[in-house]
């Protein structure tokens, strides 16, 4: 039995028929609302599937588990990841037994182009953290991939969720234009039906003040600033014509301009010079952010890490004596504490976790002194003691840091000092770090859930919508700019009980400026909201007016495959609890992810679990085992062609070893797999793509080796990766995006950040310039 609040059913009976956005604050039962919403168009239509989508894969399982746990339809729920392959993903976008869809936009969007899914088969279509749907963002093409006018198909009701949709009228509109919404439902914590539902959480504001060595560093980098902005001022490249005016933003703008008017065959020497200070002003407005807002260590280690970096941009960078002054403080300073590491300590211990801690008053002008390897708490109040084990409390704190490196300084720091926590940040790779995995990302917020470590440290990661246990304490280590994320951070707390948010900021520092933003925009979306007379467009949607509902028998079937049907009780609304369905976390992927038959054969023993439509004809039933053996086929066909990719690839790495003088076709007898004939198909393949010949005595050589390749040599710096593409930045002069299919190197080497000299091509294409990658030095 599901149990919900009056105003959720309220909002929900607002939704069935019109495309709406719902604007609820965080903790208040966003995707309770969604549940009902799908539960309706699932049983009253009982062809219907539903697409829930979620900008990460531990939300994405977070909705996916959430909706198992509460519903008899749990089995004919998937949770899709890009760890499955395009040609069983399609068979499980077709299939007749699954029919509620859980995955990201990316993964999505990927499927549309390809034309794996049918988009007819939705009825309704939820975008989680719908504020995400501006520009080039996927929601965006998802949603025009459904409402294109081309298409004969009625399209689906569609749901956006936030609780922060922007504070600007043109941003919300940008939303609801690109969600097709035609109605907004909104609602605050004053509103009389929220109100009883609400916890109190009171925000603390806490301005520090910096070192005098950071205050001179903050000094010089604003000499360096005002030089070069003083510069693209002068020479008319910013329209403002003060300084202090000119934000991140407007140079984002200006280097797109730039780029817009460079052309490779006739340099402009001007624009050129103009691309490089705005690059390195760039640069500086970054390391200000870092010393004011993050401290020393930061800034220490992005210059130290911007020294292996050979652009020619860098290299003027560090030539500036200014910055030769930077390092010297810096070096000198190395061992000098941090004044918010320090106030953090002092706030845990206030707060309790450490009993040993209470026993003094931290709260009027305490003063410790740490460096980053003394273990000895050295002085509170004129009070002296050495390290001990101190018996924890049962308090939970959740901090939150912009940047990763900073979130280790503070991990190492309080675990150093006996408080006991972790980093929680995402899956991507950054300054040579690996990201944590989804499973990784799952344990650890099952750990803090259950009180292993009492504090948690993350990074942006945690602002959106995961299921982060109820916190005591919400600690922000700098204000943010958006009042999107002060929003999402403040909402981790006061849940399910008073809350509590401390905002650390240095005073007459960038922390105070975005501090100031983030109070001034969160002021202007309250006023926008609960004023807003926007008149939005109706749109020609699927019809919704004659029901074809499950019946009480088919209904019966469903029941009966379970021998428990989870609930949802009332306490477990309030204490934020979820009871999980008693199956495996994801069966579909499990099977399918492994290269083993027998699990494929258990796969479609678990697809068949589809419910049995009362007086279904002889030719629905076999279109439902017309897809399970489809499945099959495509299973077995995949398991060789997964091995087969990989004996190229080793074919390859071999052939990059030896080099020009190539490999003996028998020399790939040592290669281990049973059936030799899949190494026959990687040598075809190979040979079909163009990578390898075979010469008449049976010497396999790679095709680069056999000519000189033509083309000019160039040193490219990686900019952007994105999805299919990368940005990169040729010779310090030209801006150019290099497709995959143009580039034929080591794939290790395309990263961010990274500086490779090639043998290639520039060509345009609808008026952007290319890059043709045909050979890495």
Known sequence: MLNYRQYQQDIVTKLLYNNSLVVIPTSLGKTIIALLVCIDILFNWKHSKVLILAPTRPLVMQHFNMFRSHTVLSEQCVALTGNVSPEIRETIWRSHSIRIFFATPELVINDLRNNLIKKEDFYLLVFDEAQRTVKDYSYTHIAKQFYDAATNMRPPLILGLSASPGFTEEKVREVCSNLFIEQIIAKTEDDADVLPYVYNTSIEYCHLKMTDSDVEISRLLKSMISDYIGWLIKNKFLKKKQIENVYKKDLLELRDSIISHLDPKNPNFLLIAGLKYQSISMILYYCRDLIESQGDFALRKFLNSSKLNESKTYAEFFADNRIKEIVQILNIHINKSSPKLEKLLSIIAEF????????????????????????????????????????????????????????????????????????????????????????????????????????????????????????????????????????????????????????????????????????????????????????????????????????????????????????????????????????????????????????????????????????????????????????????????????????????????????????????????????????????????????????????????????????????????????????????????????????????????????????????????????????TL
């Open 352 to 775: 309790g976790l450490l009993e040993k801690y209470q026993e003094f008053n931290l709260k009027h002008n305490s003063k410790t002194n740490f460096t980053q390897k003394n273990l000895k708490l050295e002085s509170i109040n004129g009070n002296s003691f050495e390290k001990q084990t101190f018996k924890p409390i049962q308090k939970k704190i959740l901090i939150f840091s912009q940047y990763r490196n900073t979130l280790e300084e503070i991990t190492e720091f309080l675990n150093m000092h006996n408080i006991s926590c972790k980093g929680f940040f995402g899956q991507s790779k950054k300054n040579g770090q690996k990201g944590l995995d989804q499973d990784k990302q799952l344990s650890i917020l099952e750990d803090f859930r259950n009180g292993k470590f009492q504090v948690l440290v993350a990074t942006s990661v945690a602002e959106e919508g995961l299921n982060i246990p109820n916190v005591d304490l919400v600690i922000f280590y700098e204000p943010v700019p958006s009042e999107i994320r002060f929003i999402q951070r403040k909402g981790r707390t006061g849940r399910f009980s008073n809350g509590r948010v401390i905002i650390l900021s240095y005073e007459d520092s960038i922390d105070i400026k975005y501090l100031d933003s983030s109070k001034r925009k969160l002021s202007k979306m309250k006023a926008l909201l609960q004023n807003a007379n926007f008149s939005l467009t109706t749109f020609d949607k699927r019809d919704f007016g004659q029901c074809d509902r499950i019946s009480e028998s088919e209904l019966d079937h469903i029941r009966k495959r379970h021998s428990r049907i989870p609930k949802l009780t009332k306490q477990s609304v309030d204490e934020g609890t979820h009871v999980i369905a008693n199956v495996s976390s994801n069966p579909v992927i499990e099977s399918i992810t492994s290269s083993s038959n027998r699990n494929i054969k258990h796969l479609l023993k678990k697809l068949s679990y589809g419910y049995t439509r009362a007086n279904s004809s002889n030719d629905e039933d076999s279109n439902l085992s017309d897809s399970l053996e489809d499945l099959f086929e495509v299973s077995l066909n995949l398991d060789r062609k997964k091995i087969t990719s990989r004996i190229q690839r080793q074919i390859m790495e071999l052939l990059s070893q030896v080099g020009r003088s190539g490999l003996q076709v028998s020399q790939l007898d040592e290669i281990n797999v049973k059936d030799k004939s899949i190494v026959a198909d990687a040598i075809n393949n190979l040979k079909k793509s163009k990578r390898i010949t075979i010469s008449e005595d049976d010497v396999i050589i790679p095709i680069e080796s056999k000519k000189f390749l033509s083309g000019n040599k160039y040193s490219v710096f990686v900019e952007k990766i994105m999805t299919g593409k990368a940005l990169v930045r040729v010779n310090e002069k030209w801006y150019a995006l290099l497709d995959h299919s143009d580039y034929f190197g080591p794939r290790a080497l395309l990263k961010k950040g990274n500086t490779i000299t090639i043998i290639g091509e520039l060509y345009r294409n609808s008026g952007k310039l290319h890059l043709l990658v045909k050979r």
